[in-house]
């Protein structure tokens, strides 16, 4: 049973900088596609960003030049560095796994992790 654990999420302010992880186990981390995804209140789950075994990237429009996704294959562990962040940027956080290759990048995911949450204030 694939298990992805999410942590690093925390209230900070607008401008500031958070670094989400995502640890893996029970399946074998460098054969899975990774993602990010978030959902705010009251809105749709949405894709955020998603890292390959072999580390091609795709990310959305709204966080692309402030986010960055990396994977550490030997640690079992995806994260997600957030820079400059914004209010919008308010929302549940959730790594999720695909056995690569998985078309379309963007989904949809399996496997899921249970979530942090990150709020940003002003």
């Known amino acids: 049973q694939v298990q992805l654990v999410e942590s690093g999420g925390g209230l900070v302010q607008a401008g500031d900088s958070l670094r989400l992880s995502c640890t893996a186990s029970?399946?074998?981390?460098?054969?899975?596609?990774m993602a990010w995804f978030r959902q705010s209140p009251g809105k749709e789950r949405e894709f955020v960003a998603t890292?390959?075994?072999?580390?091609?990237?795709t990310y959305a429009d709204s966080i692309k030049g402030r986010f960055t996704i990396s994977r550490d294959n030997a640690k079992n562990t995806a994260y997600l560095q957030m820079n400059s962040l914004k209010l919008d940027d308010t929302a549940v956080y959730y790594c999720?796994?695909?056995?690569?290759?998985?078309?379309?990048?963007?989904?949809?995911?399996?496997?899921w992790g249970q979530g942090t949450q990150v709020t940003v204030s002003s």
């Open positions: 999720a796994a695909a056995r690569f290759p998985i078309t379309p990048v963007r989904g949809p995911y399996p496997y």
């Open positions: 890292i390959s075994p072999d580390d091609s990237i």
């Open positions: 029970r399946f074998t981390f460098s054969n899975y596609q």
